[in-house]
């Protein structure tokens, strides 16, 4: 009996509360889909949008941070820095003692999948080169398969995004 074939997907995740971004959003968002329309892609999903910046205590509600910490394993597995394009540091208020650790999140983020393997995730740099969405995207619109190799997955405990229930990109 053959082994049953592997499903890609793709989870796209887009900052809303962004000005000027939203044509290079829709265009990320349009070729995502006819990856999906073509059969490049098994699956694709808009995640849902992330605010620019969320607490660590901010996440029981939408799962960024967790999503963020799932991604930043990846990262730490492949040698890589999800930095600059997600920053974590921390944020004081004016007249208060209160220090709290933040993420700020990228306007657009994709995050490839292998079944129940975190394949990739666009924006990352590896020190010598940044790694983009337009780059992955590229590497699957010339059907380059083995491009993706370069990465080492990473087992996930979820087979659907944790931000809005996934809503089909």
């Known amino acids: ?3 049953p074939a592997t499903q890609s997907r793709a989870e796209l995740y887009l900052r809303g509360d962004t000005y000027g971004t939203f044509d290079a959003q829709q265009d990320v968002l349009n070729r995502v889909r006819a990856l999906e329309g073509e059969g490049v892609l098994d699956e694709a999903a808009v995640a849902g949008e992330w605010q620019r910046i969320r607490t660590l ?3 029981a509600r939408d799962g960024a941070i967790e999503t963020y910490l799932e991604f930043a394993a990846w990262a730490d597995r492949n040698g890589h820095s999800l930095g600059p394009a997600f920053e974590r540091r921390t944020r004081s208020y004016l007249g208060l003692d ?3 650790d933040v993420v700020v999140f990228p306007v657009v983020s994709l995050a490839v999948y292998e079944d129940e393997r975190l394949q990739a995730v666009f924006p990352c740099s590896d020190g010598d080169r940044a790694y983009t969405v337009r ?3 590229d590497a699957f619109e010339r ?3 083995e491009w993706l190799d370069q990465f080492d997955a990473v087992t996930v405990d979820r087979a659907e995004p ?8």
Do not use: F, S, Y
């Open 135 to 137: 780059d992955c995207l």
């Open 1 to 3: 009996m053959p082994a």
């Open 143 to 145: 059907d380059d398969a």
């Open 162 to 169: 944790r931000l809005d229930a996934g809503l089909r990109a």
């Open 98 to 100: 209160q220090i709290d």
């Open 57 to 59: 205590n901010e996440d």
